[in-house]
């Protein structure tokens, strides 16, 4: 039962790179999503996905790019890497929006 | 807009103690839910208790509990016979339930909780 995993668990990229963070569950839930975690700002959506080709903007989209062509798959792309994107990136899964949403383990994100 | 507080930055109890910690949240709307979830040094965030508020009775999972006053928007968590594995920040959580566009899960800033020995 892997539930959710997300790769890479760390990273460490310069600015203005390219990152992807991957995110993959095994339920088929149908809603996905990304957070990152910040310090004094809890988390923050960044992006969700209520089923495989529909995605909508969260809080903070700015700088970071979604795809969702498989229900198990949503990676999570940084385009252009700053430092402010340093930050831990969750990914999460539901059944159905109102579900209780399960976390990954969370990916460490350095840009330097 | 939603908003949730946890008043409560740091808080530490003894092994075998109950501890509460604090969770106000601000909204218009009527349906909703509320969460507890823990983050232990592993980073991953843990589901503790979820509580429909629709729901008049306190939703309780072993040794955790909440005090849920609808009135007062306020969403407490208690936590019984505290045990070293408990040590973990706790975010408190509110989602909207339908008729909304973002249905996202809105996190206070955390409370760190320590349990000693």
């Known amino acids: 039962d892997a539930g959710i995993t ?44 209520a ?13 970071y790019v979604v795809s969702r062509s498989k229900t ?27 579900e209780t949403q399960y976390f990954g383990p969370g990916t460490r994100l350095l840009v330097l | 807009a939603q908003t949730v507080t946890q008043s409560q930055p740091e808080m530490s109890v003894q092994e075998a103690e109950t501890v509460t910690l604090s969770c106000t949240y601000d909204t218009s709307e009527n349906n909703y839910y509320l969460f507890w979830y823990k983050q232990p040094p592993s980073r991953q965030m843990i589901l503790v208790i979820r509580q429909e ?31 070293l594995g408990d040590t973990a920040m706790y975010f408190c959580a509110f989602m909207k339930w339908v008729g909304s566009n973002t249905d996202k899960l809105i996190f206070g800033t955390g409370t760190r909780l320590q349990v000693f020995p």
Not at chain 1, 18 to 35: A, D, E, N
Not at chain 1, 51 to 63: F, N, Q
Not at chain 2, 55 to 83: H, M, Y
């Open chain 1, 6 to 49: 997300q790769s890479p668990r760390y990273k460490i990229t310069e600015t203005g790179r390219q990152v992807t963070l991957m995110c993959h569950q095994t339920w088929s839930h149908s809603y996905m999503f990304w957070y990152r975690q910040d310090l004094g700002h809890g988390l923050r959506l960044i992006y969700y996905s």
């Open chain 1, 51 to 63: 089923a495989a080709d529909i995605t909508d903007k969260g809080e903070v989209p700015d700088g």
């Open chain 1, 72 to 98: 198990e798959n949503f990676p999570l792309t940084l385009e252009s890497a700053t430092r402010s994107q340093t930050s831990v990136y969750f990914c999460a899964s539901s059944a159905r929006r109102e």
């Open chain 2, 53 to 83: 508020a629709y729901k008049q009775q306190n939703a309780t999972e072993n040794r955790f509990s909440v005090n849920f006053q609808k009135a007062a928007k306020s969403f407490s968590l208690k936590i019984s016979d505290s045990q």
